[in-house]
């Protein structure tokens, strides 16, 4: 009898059970929606990170609409790529002068960058293509913007009336967290275009509050009215100001970082790491060309790429000379992404070609080393992949990732203003011969690989979330409606300072007339008892 009234029992706790899994399911499931997304950079980079995630968009059902220089291959039938026809020379040639101006302060590289951006937010608004969107009667569900020095964008979302997640390609900056108003300590918070690290000095620290604090002067002055001008230009309609959509119009921020791979850091429940989404968790097969250079090579393969924008055969010729040089006398044979046909070497030593497919070289077991740029994709990858680095850093936060690298033992720097025979033969040699390298960034792989959901699914994840919950304005923070005088208890720490010092005033007072009471007091004694 016992036994036959308990199966009912755990009939209907397993009915109650597939209820509760058909239900938590259902709570996930989110109707396909209109996405628009603007990744306007004429930086590859940029591109690959934002394609990657509206191609999983667009896979996943949601009808995807891309505003970008690059169109897609093969892209899926749901995803529209509306082109930005940029002045590619105008690229093009801030990339051949680049070597030549690594010198540049970083306060001179900072303030071409805002040129450049003023640039692209001019042309991306004046596309054909774009205005022909704005003026369409088409609806968007949610916009999925980068954020690099573009608010005018955020026009976007007023024009048509939706939530805004924003993606930061580099990682968290104060241009990410103006939108958000996440915390950033300059005390062990880095700012991204310095070389310091989270273990800074007082110099050092100094250093971070004076160049973060002329960062958002140079925003603040000049590309701050720049941004204003097109957000009036172009959406001369719009229902809100650019002010009120930077502090209250931005949902959610994806940040291509991980406190794997930088320095940990406090974040607000609105931004969400997502570092290493880009990288392949499937591994696609090798070229067959590729794969024999590679497996045919008795003491392994150096990979070598300054990434998609800069062109190796733009570097000093003696430089080039050196590096070449130096390659050319390691037992390694070296795979080369050389930008044109000028560099002609010994074909067995050396591949070389203008493309590789980088991803899948690096996860290669035979792939001893990776040269680069120091570029925040391409480290990522040599570290989900833990292969140790040798960087020449050149520009934006290539300083700050091999400052990283060297903190915590997984690559060596080379400057390139120091680069010569001897310098970088020594950087390779150190990582090569110090197996120290190879085993941290091992270490460092596990640590980004241990996570509870793969990146792009986190990705995803909250851009539904976002969907789900009608914005998620929720997420934002009321830090975005304080000035900053009030973010920081400026006033509040100037009251009770002005009160303790009327208290100590006060007492000081006080204390004086009680003093000069008791003299007057003693005065009078003293003279009494004289005429006495």
């Known amino acids: 009898m016992l036994a036959y009234t308990m199966k009912p029992i755990k009939s209907s ?9 058909i239900f938590m399911v259902a709570q996930g499931i989110v109707e396909p929606a209109k996405i628009l997304s603007i990744f306007p950079t004429m930086s590859k980079s940029h591109w690959i990170l934002g ?11 949601h009808e995807v609409t891309v505003i970008s220089p690059f ?8 995803y529209r790529h509306v082109d930005v026809p940029y002045r590619t020379q105008m690229f093009e040639d801030i990339m051949d002068e680049v070597f030549d101006k690594v010198d540049d302060s970083i306060v001179e590289k900072l303030i071409q960058m805002g040129g450049f951006m003023h640039e692209i937010t001019n042309t991306t608004l004046a596309s054909p293509e774009v205005q022909s969107l704005l003026k369409s009667d088409e609806t968007f569900d949610l916009l999925v913007l980068e954020i690099f020095l573009n608010d005018a964008f955020l ?19 104060s241009w990410v967290n103006s939108l958000t108003g996440s915390p950033q300590p300059l005390s062990y918070v880095p700012h991204p275009m310095s070389s310091f690290t989270d273990k800074m000095n007082f110099w050092q620290r100094l250093g971070n509050v004076l160049f973060t604090a002329f960062d958002e002067t140079v925003l603040s002055f000049m590309c701050d009215p720049i941004q204003q001008m097109y957000y009036k230009k172009y959406f001369p309609n719009a229902s809100r100001s650019l002010n009120q959509m930077r502090r209250n119009g931005v949902s959610l921020v994806l940040i291509n970082s991980h406190f794997s791979l930088s320095f940990p850091r406090p974040y607000l429940p609105n931004l969400i790491e997502v570092g290493g989404f880009h990288v392949n968790r499937k591994i696609n097969p090798l070229p067959e060309d590729i794969k024999t250079f590679i497996e045919q090579s008795e003491y392994g393969v150096i990979y070598f790429s300054m990434g998609s924008n800069l062109k190796p055969s733009k570097m000093d010729q003696q430089k080039r000379n050196d590096v070449v040089k130096v390659l050319s006398n390691l037992k390694q044979n070296i795979i080369w992404k050389w930008d044109d046909d000028t560099l002609v070497l010994d074909n067995k030593k050396f591949l070389i070609g203008k493309w590789f497919p980088q991803d899948d070289i690096l996860a290669h077991p035979n792939v001893k080393l990776f040269i680069t740029h120091g570029g925040l994709l391409s480290c990522t990858e040599s570290i989900y992949h833990g292969v140790p680095i040798v960087g020449i850093p050149i520009f934006g936060d290539q300083l700050m990732n091999m400052a990283r690298a060297e903190q915590s033992g997984w690559g060596v720097g080379v400057a390139y203003t120091k ?6 033969r020594k950087a390779i040699t150190d990582v090569l011969n110090d197996k120290s390298y190879a085993t941290n960034v091992k270490t460092i792989s596990k640590r980004l690989r241990d996570q509870p959901l793969a990146p792009m699914d986190t990705a995803k994840f909250w851009v539904e979330y976002v969907l789900r919950h009608d914005g998620a304005k929720h997420l934002i923070s009321s830090a975005q409606d304080l000035n900053i005088i009030q973010y920081n208890n400026l006033d509040v720490y100037l009251f009770i300072g002005s009160v303790v010092v009327l208290i100590v005033l006060l007492i000081r007072l006080t204390v004086k ?10 005065v009078k004694q003293t003279s009494a008892k004289k005429r006495n």
Do not use: I, W
């Open 71 to 78: 169109p897609l291959k093969n892209a899926p039938k749901n």
């Open 155 to 173: 026009g976007f979302a007023d024009r048509f009336n939706c939530p805004v997640v924003g993606m930061s390609t580099f990682g968290a900056s």
């Open 13 to 21: 706790v397993g009915a109650v059970a597939l209820f509760g899994l």
């Open 419 to 424: 680069l010569n025979e001897q310098t970088f």
């Open 51 to 61: 394609s990657s995630l509206m191609k999983e968009l667009a896979q996943d059902g």
């Open 513 to 522: 007339k009680l003093f000069s009471k008791l003299f007057r007091r003693k």
